[in-house]
């Protein structure tokens, strides 16, 4: 018996480190993934964001650089546009 053993424990001891390996690979696919998820989540919030912002700039820009008439159309259009209809 004790035969069998001292020929079979090298045998398991592989297979047991090899189901380890693969085990923790599994493990750290999943939490990997998992972060990702919730990275994109936090990238597309941030792209929302910085599209907002980008628009606001152009409207700026815009403002800064057209002549004091149209300037002033705009700002009545823009208040006319969030006053509730009445």
């Known amino acids: 018996m004790e ?3 001292a020929v079979a424990a090298p045998f398991v001891m592989v297979v047991a480190i090899v ?3 693969q085990n923790g690979k599994l493990r750290r696919a999943q939490l990997l993934s998992r972060g990702s998820q919730q990275d994109e989540a936090i990238v597309g919030a941030m792209q ?3 599209d907002k ?3 606001r700039v152009q409207v700026l820009e815009r403002l800064v650089t057209d002549d004091d008439r149209r300037l002033s159309r705009e700002i009545d259009g823009l208040r006319n546009r969030d ?3 009445a």
């Open 83 to 85: 006053r509730p209809p």
């Open 3 to 5: 035969g069998v053993i």
């Open 53 to 55: 912002l980008t628009a």
């Open 48 to 50: 929302q964001q910085i």
């Open 19 to 21: 189901y380890l390996i």
